[in-house]
C-alpha cells in the first residue's frame, strides 16, 4: 500500500527567505508524485508532478521539487518566498502501472509567510 | 472555460435528513472522485469512479452513496447514517491514464 509522510505541519518562514516543505513517500511499485496548493476554503491546486522522466520537476509560481528514489522523498522547494505563497501544501502519491488511478494524500503542511 | 464546477458551496444539515452534494465537469474526463478535508487529516478518498454505472468505494465510505449516470456528474449523498458529516467536500476529475486530478472549489457541510 501506499503512503505519503509530510514532516512538519506548519512551516513558517521570513518574506524572502527559502521554502522547503518535506514529504516522503511509501510505494511498492515505481510511484507518480504530485504536489498541490489549498488557499483557504478552495481546491486544490496542481503545483508539479513527477511521473518517471526527469527528476527535478519545475511548477508553477517559482516552486520545483526533486525525486530521491534512494530516500523515497519529493521535497518541495522555492527560493524566496512571497506573501502569495502562503496556503497549505499537498503532497500525493499514485502508484504507476495500477489499473484504479487513486491518489494518496499525505495530511498537509500550512506556509505561514512572515513580512 | 473547462472546469469542475460544485455546488452549493455552504450546506447545511439535520438531524435525520440525507443532503445531496452536487458535482459537474465539463473537461470531458472519465473518472471522478469525491474526498473528504479534516482540519489535520488531509484528504480522505470516500468514492471514485472510472466510467459512467461504475463506482467502487474509498477509504471511507461508510454513511455516503453516489451515482455515475452521466459522465459529467457525479453527485454524492451524505445519508443520516453520517454521523459525523461536518467537513469540507471535494470533487475531483481526472482524464486518461495518470493526468492530474482537477478538483472543484469545494462544498462546506455543517450540523444544524
Known amino acids: 500500500a501506499q503512503s505519503v509522510t509530510q514532516l512538519g505541519s506548519h512551516v513558517s518562514v521570513s518574506e524572502g527567505a527559502l521554502v522547503l516543505l518535506r514529504c516522503n513517500y511509501s510505494s511498492s511499485v515505481p510511484p507518480y508524485l504530485f504536489w498541490y496548493v489549498q488557499y483557504p476554503n478552495q481546491g486544490l491546486q496542481l503545483l508539479l508532478k513527477y511521473t518517471s522522466a526527469a527528476t527535478l520537476v519545475k511548477g508553477i509560481n517559482g516552486f520545483e521539487a526533486e525525486f530521491k528514489k534512494s530516500e523515497t522523498s519529493f521535497h518541495l522547494t522555492k527560493p524566496s518566498a512571497h506573501m502569495s505563497d502562503a496556503a497549505e501544501y499537498f503532497c500525493?502519491?499514485?502508484?504507476?502501472?495500477?489499473?484504479?488511478?487513486?491518489?494518496?494524500f499525505g495530511k498537509g503542511t500550512l506556509l505561514t509567510v512572515n513580512p | 472555460d473547462g472546469g469542475i464546477t460544485q455546488s452549493p458551496k455552504y450546506l447545511f444539515r439535520k438531524e435525520g435528513q440525507n443532503v445531496t452534494l452536487s458535482c459537474e465537469q465539463n473537461l470531458n474526463h472519465d473518472a471522478m472522485y469525491w474526498y473528504r478535508q479534516d482540519p489535520g487529516q488531509g484528504l480522505r478518498l470516500i468514492y471514485y469512479s472510472q466510467i459512467v454505472n461504475d463506482f467502487q468505494k474509498g477509504d471511507i465510505a461508510e454513511g455516503y452513496s453516489v451515482s455515475r449516470e452521466k459522465k459529467e456528474s457525479f453527485p454524492l449523498t451524505v445519508t443520516s447514517a453520517q454521523k459525523n458529516p461536518t467537513a469540507f467536500y471535494l470533487c475531483?476529475?481526472?482524464?486518461?491514464?495518470?493526468?492530474?486530478?482537477?478538483f472543484g472549489d469545494g462544498t462546506r457541510l455543517s450540523i444544524l
Open positions: 500525493a502519491v499514485s502508484e504507476s502501472g495500477g489499473s484504479n488511478y487513486k491518489l494518496t
Open positions: 475531483a476529475s481526472t482524464g486518461q491514464g495518470y493526468q492530474p486530478q482537477h
